[in-house]
């Protein structure tokens, strides 16, 4: 008798192993010839090689699907482990990718919770990044371009085509002093950075998020601590870019290593920066816009996806500017 060791340390295991542990029981009763033991973020199997072989080919396939989709029934498990998974098995991250490929589903969140691009803007924010290494989005609040930034982020990360993802902002005052604010330097400039966390909080796993962070696959961090450092294969996304200047963007914009993706969101009408400070944003989109492998989406009001009223607030708005 062998004995096989596998890490379930990626996924979540109260989704693998399901309510109650029943989905540990299907896996069981499955393979009635193997003996199968789960604690913590390990699996050991014993048995001869033959099932353990077929064992783990199929477990490593359930892996990736909770690991993709942050989710599993019963159905999923049947189709996978049960007789007809030799056949299917092959056929159902290809039509999941169907769905990412259409630009509907960026990415799975926790319990199968779905991503989409909901607006045509948003779908182009996809294809650009699909194409291209620099996407520019810009457009007003609410029309998801960080949220869809964020999304593609965690699906380049979830699919293995980077090793890390890093989101930075600029840490400028919105008519607020940032030294009046309580705490530490991290406790002082976390809150610039909030809307990045509530992001991720909705597509990935609160324990593995944790984790994430702590070992630093996912880093936020201000724009200012970008200098000096080369970032490959990663996925990094500078948000409220029109609050960086023009020596911060092109700071920003050169740490990019051979392997990356680079997302710069921003939203020319809401400029915190002193008014003697020209903003970077204003010069990168105007220089940079014929530059093969460079993309620019431009949102605006149609692709609002907060309350009804945003769109009428920002159109109030712009009427008076």
């Known amino acids: 008798m062998n004995e096989l060791k596998l890490s379930i340390e990626n ?37 001869d090689d033959n099932e353990l072989n077929i064992f783990q080919e199929k477990f490593t396939h359930l892996i990736n699907h909770v690991e993709k989709f942050e989710n599993l029934n019963i159905t999923d498990l049947e189709r996978i482990l049960g007789s007809k998974a030799s056949s299917n098995a092959a ?15 960026i990415v799975f969140g926790p319990n199968g919770v779905m991503v989409k691009a909901r607006t045509t803007n948003q779908r182009r924010m996809v294809d650009s990044i699909n194409k291209s290494d620099i996407l520019f989005a810009i457009g007003p609040a609410g029309t998801g371009k960080t949220y869809t930034a964020v999304a593609l982020a965690v699906r380049a990360l979830k699919n293995k085509e980077i090793k890390r993802i890093i989101l930075t902002r600029p840490a400028v005052e ?3 002093n940032l030294g009046f604010l309580p705490g530490d330097l991290k406790e002082k400039i ?3 950075l909030r809307p990045l966390y509530d992001a991720l909080d909705d597509m990935i796993p609160a324990e593995k998020l944790k984790v994430y962070l702590e070992n ?15 970032l490959d294969n990663c996925f990094v996304i500078l948000d409220e870019a029109q609050n960086a200047t023009d020596m911060q963007l092109k700071m920003f914009l050169t ?3 051979p392997s990356a993706k680079f997302i710069v969101t921003g939203d020319v009408t809401q400029i915190d920066l002193p008014k ?14 014929d530059i093969k492998g460079i993309e620019i989406v431009y949102l605006s009001g149609e692709d609002v996806v907060r309350h009804k009223l945003v769109r009428k607030i920002l159109e109030a708005y712009g009427d008076i500017q």
């Open 11 to 47: 996924v979540n295991p109260a989704v693998l192993w399901g309510p109650n542990n029943d989905h540990f029981e299907i896996i069981k009763k499955q393979y009635p010839k193997l003996k199968i033991v789960a604690r913590g973020s390990e699996v050991k199997v014993l048995g």
């Open 91 to 105: 056929n159902a991250e290809p039509a999941a990718a169907d769905k990412f490929a259409s630009g509907e589903v």
């Open 174 to 176: 919105a008519g607020e």
């Open 190 to 192: 976390d809150p610039y």
């Open 216 to 230: 630093r696959t996912i880093e936020i961090a201000p724009l200012a601590f970008m200098r000096g450092r080369t």
């Open 255 to 257: 740490r990019m290593g």
């Open 276 to 289: 003697k400070q020209q903003s970077g944003l204003h010069t990168a989109l105007r220089i940079l816009t």
